[in-house]
């Protein structure tokens, strides 16, 4: 069965550094999205994306973050200067349109 | 605007026993409705969705959850817990927009245990 990937799994990153998280949805999957969990929060909108362009974003999703579909089959959230707040639980996900999105593993990204 | 409350953080159960867990929504349009489970160390997995059909609504593993406009909610039961049932449920909600893509809107979550 088709699913959704992300890497890494875990990521360490240094306060100010730039991240990248990654992920490859669905392939036949229209619509793309990035969602995070605080630890001990609820999991949170962060961006959508269709026909190569955002299509709803969240207040959390400010200048920081940016995402990129470069190659057709990757979807990447890149966040430029991290902050300790940044540190959660990174789910990428995918849909077709009409039906249940997809969720992948998930990154735990974590600033010191 | 659109939001979800799951009441209870954790809820445990007996192995055998009924689950019930609780979800309210508020939504300024007819909603979608969704229930997912969260393994250990696993993405979200969709267990079941209510999308205007039936307002009973079967999903996996045997769980089932009620759409009941009345008192805006979508609670999720399954008859008989077992171990295997242990593990984090989110409820979610999704107005117009949907079908095109639009985003899912979760609550707190629940953890449920289940106790031999």
């Known amino acids: 069965e088709p699913e959704v990937t992300q890497t890494p799994s875990h990521q360490v990153t240094q306060m100010g550094q730039e991240v990248i998280l990654r992920c490859v949805p669905i392939?036949?999957?229209?619509?793309f999205y990035w969602y995070r969990q605080i630890l001990g929060q609820k999991v949170e909108f962060l961006v959508s994306?269709?026909?190569?362009?955002?299509?709803?974003k969240s207040e959390i999703f400010d200048d920081q973050f940016s995402v990129e579909r470069p190659d057709g089959s990757n979807f990447t959230l890149k966040i430029r200067s991290t902050k300790l707040e940044d540190s959660a639980m990174y789910f990428c996900?995918?849909?077709?349109?009409?039906?249940?999105?997809?969720f992948g593993p998930g990154t735990r990204l974590t600033v010191t | 605007a659109q939001s979800v409350t799951q009441l209870g953080s954790h809820v445990s159960v007996s192995e055998g026993a009924l689950v019930l867990l609780r979800c309210n929504y508020s939504?300024?349009?007819?909603?979608?409705l969704f229930w997912y489970v969260q393994y250990p160390n696993q993405g979200l997995q969709l267990l079941l969705k209510y999308t205007s059909a039936a307002t009973l609504v079967k999903g996996i593993n045997g769980f089932e959850a009620e759409f009941k406009k009345s008192e805006t909610s979508f609670h999720l039961t399954k008859p008989s817990a077992h171990m295997s049932d242990a593990a984090e449920y989110f409820c979610?909600?999704?107005?117009?927009?949907?079908?095109?893509?639009?985003?899912?809107?979760f609550g707190q979550g629940t953890e449920l245990s289940v106790k031999p």
């Open positions: 979610a909600v999704s107005g117009r927009g949907y079908n095109q893509g639009g985003k899912l809107i």
């Open positions: 392939s036949n999957h229209l619509y």
């Open positions: 996900a995918s849909t077709v349109g009409a039906r249940e999105q997809y």
């Open positions: 994306f269709y026909n190569n362009e955002i299509s709803e």
């Open positions: 939504s300024s349009v007819p909603p979608y």
